[in-house]
Structures are given as C-alpha cells and as structure tokens.
C-alpha cells in the first residue's frame, strides 16, 4: 500500500493538468486514466483547438505544461461577433472586442488539443512525486478519513481525496450516487481547419446564424498554407450529418456562405471532426473524499469555447486549497475545504453554462421579435465601453491568475 495525498482518476486535460499543477507544487500524486496515454497524440485522436484565456495560460504556466506545448500558439486579439442569415453578408450591427480595451494580453490563445497532449504526457512522466497508470482501472473505496484506490492489476494507493475528472460519464460521479441536470441540443458541432487567402491577423469571428453559432479561430499557419484558421460550425444534426460528409469544393462553398468571403477564397486541410452537443450540471461537486473537476462536473454549449477553461478554473481552486492545507499540515479532503471548492466553483460555473445557454437560444432563431431585441442589446453593448471591458475581462479569465501563483 503507497501512501499519496491525492489520487486523480482521469489524464485529460483537466485531471492531467491538475496532477501537474499539484505535483509541481509538492503534493505526491497518482494519476490512473483507462485509456493508453501516447496514442492521443495521433493528429486522428481528437481534431479540436482551444481557445486558452489569459488565466488558464498562467495555469499551464504554473503547472509545467505551457513551456512544453510542441506547436505553436496563436494569439486570439480581437473577436467580432455579428449576426446574419445563410448566405446573405452579415448584419451591419455587430460587436467587435479589441483586446487593448482590457489592457496589453491577448483574449486568449488557440492552443491544438494535440498539443496539450503531447506536453501532458511528456510531464506526466517527468514530475518526481506523481505516478501514471494507464491503461488501466481503478476501484476506488472512501470512507470518513481516507480512501483506498487500487488500480487493477497494479499498485493500491492510500489518499485523503480522490478526484473525478474522468469527463462527462464519470464512473465515479455515478457511483457518489450524483445526479446531473442535462439540457440536450438538437445540434452538432463540426471542427475541421481551412487554410484561406488574406491573413486573418488574429482576429476570431463568431457569426450566429439561425441554426447555431458558426466560430472561426486564427491558428498559426503550415508548409504549404500560410493562413490558417480553425472552425467550429454548430448545425441541426441531420443537416450537419449531411454536411459533414461532403466533398471538399462544396464544404468550401458551405463554409464561406456562413462566414462571408472577408479572408478569400478558403480550401478545407485535414479531416474533420462532428460532436453531439449537450450542456450537463452536476448537482454537487463533492462527496466523501470525492470531487469532481472539468467535465466530471460540466459541460456547456462551445458557443464561447468556454469548456475547458471552466474546467483549468476549477483547477486553479482545487490546487490552491489542496496545497495550501498540505503546507499548513491540514487534510486535503477534509469536508470543510471540499465544501469550500463546491461554494468558489458551483456557482460560477453554473452562471457560465446559463450564460451559453442563453446566448445560444438568443441567437439560433429566426423569430424576427427576437432579432430585433437582440439587435438592440448588440448595438447597446458596442456603445457602451465599461460593459465590454466587462466582458473582455470575463472572456479572459481575469480573476483566477493571482490564485495560482500566489
Ligand atoms: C466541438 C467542441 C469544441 C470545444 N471547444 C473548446 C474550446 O475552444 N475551448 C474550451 O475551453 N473548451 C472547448 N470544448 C470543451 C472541452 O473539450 C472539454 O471541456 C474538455 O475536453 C474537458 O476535459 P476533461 O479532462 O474534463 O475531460 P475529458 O477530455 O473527457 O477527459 C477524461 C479522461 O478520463 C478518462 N476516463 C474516462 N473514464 C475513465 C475511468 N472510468 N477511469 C479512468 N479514466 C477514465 C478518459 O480516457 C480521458 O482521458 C469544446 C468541446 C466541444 C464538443
């Protein structure tokens, strides 16, 4: 039996980067996920980019991560965001978000999912006081003053708090007998990448369209495509089904009637990728020496690519507590610092998935009452400069960065 402060069971990004994070700050940690480790770094394993805001960089950063990203970053310094119909050019009311209104960082930067990945399981394995198993299962035992993890066919480890960040059907979230509130979308999320003509100097376009948000996010360019951008397009899942499997010139052809012609003639590069969307709450995050982070606990609409940066949030919190109890020579899964987790994260994250929510429905209509109240509300934002600095420092994570380094 290994004695260790904390047990993650899940090597996502979340429970991966929390493990880091932890360990990097002297915790003896355990990470055990069921899936195999190097193959998710097969360009074929998962084909998202994320857009990483200011206060989850300083997590990466913090944790040993961001120094070892492979590829690289591209800053995110304006957003527009605008409204319109399939086809037809955009509105002429929309917002448009310039990073120097909240000061000199960018709102975030586009970081691929392979990337992180990558950076993940080379630390994974570098860090002296954390151990990976994977592949591999875990059974897992709480009671009042610890709990028992054996990973079959391995080590069993004694610790004070296991973590749940085994995403969004997370075993041990069930077994905790957690509820989850579940709000499904009758909508899919295509990703794919296209490579255009002019340069999109940094700048993301979100355009609503009646069927769903259609994003387009700068990324740094390749051999061969200078311009590059990712796109993540939110459609009704038949046509989406449809759209999804079309031949190159016409997916080119659907792609530049919703996002307009403003970066020139575009050419899809690589696969694509289609997502079922769902938002999903969990109704606690914690247990008897349970917690849940990242999409163990929930998961909202990509309207605002918001969903892993809730997710290095509550990392952000949990670590903090977690190492501040180990200096003072506390119990890291003590009900009162649990308690405290479940009060600095419910909340802000069920605001957040509200907040998709109803930016989704506000905008994947038609109904021309609710264009025009939206319309409104969009040109009173655009004239209205302390509100979007609001908003720019909500997109940025602001806020969250003094906890992790402090
Ligand atoms: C189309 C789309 C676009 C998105 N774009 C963005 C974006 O731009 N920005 C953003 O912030 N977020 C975005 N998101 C959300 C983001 O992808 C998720 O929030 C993130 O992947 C959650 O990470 P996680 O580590 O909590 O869970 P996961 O990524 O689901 O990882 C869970 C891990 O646990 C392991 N596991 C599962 N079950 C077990 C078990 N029983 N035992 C052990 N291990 C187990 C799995 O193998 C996996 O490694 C997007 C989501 C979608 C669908």
Known sequence: MQEVDVCVVGAGPVGGTLACRLAAGGARVAVIDRADLPPMEHPDFDGRAYAVAAGSRRLLEAAGLWAKLPLPVCPIEDIRVSDGKVGLPASKLHLHFDHREAGDEPFGWMVEARSVRVALNAHLRDLPTLQVHAPAEARVTREA?????????????????????????????????????????????????????????????????????????????????????????????????????????????????????????????????????????????????????????????????????????????????????????????????????????????????????????????????VRGVRDLGIAGVERLPALKRLFVRQAMGAGTAPDVLG
């Not at 949030?313 to 610092?337: C, F, N, Q």
């Not at 802000?348 to 930016?359: F, H, Q, V």
């Open 145 to 369: 003053d610890g709990a028992v993890v054996e990973v079959i066919g391995g080590p069993t480890f004694r610790c004070k708090l296991v973590v749940a960040a085994e995403g969004r059907q997370s075993a041990l979230r069930q077994q905790a007998g957690i509820k989850v509130t579940t709000i499904p979308y009758k909508q899919r999320g295509l990703v794919a990448a296209i490579a255009h003509e002019k340069p999109h100097r940094n700048v993301a376009l979100e355009h609503f369209l009646p069927a769903g948000p259609f994003a387009q996010l700068p990324m740094v360019g390749i051999e061969g495509a200078p311009n590059v951008s990712a796109i993540v397009w939110t459609e009704g899942a038949a046509l989406a089904d449809r759209i999804y499997g079309l031949d190159d010139d016409v997916f080119a052809r659907e792609v530049t009637r919703r996002m307009g012609s403003h970066l020139g003639a575009i050419r899809p590069i690589g696969r694509r990728w289609k997502y079922p969307l769902s938002a999903m709450h969990a109704q606690r995050y914690v247990d008897t020496r349970l917690v849940l982070v990242g999409d163990a606990a929930h998961g909202i609409h990509p309207i605002a690519g918001q969903g892993l940066n809730l997710g290095f949030r509550d990392v952000i919190a949990l670590s903090t507590l977690v190492l501040d109890a180990i200096r003072a020579g506390g119990d890291v899964g003590a009900p009162a610092l649990l308690a405290e987790y479940q009060q600095q994260r419910r909340g802000a994250n069920l605001l957040m998935l509200g907040a998709t929510d109803a930016l989704d429905r506000l905008f994947s209509t038609d109904n021309p009452l």
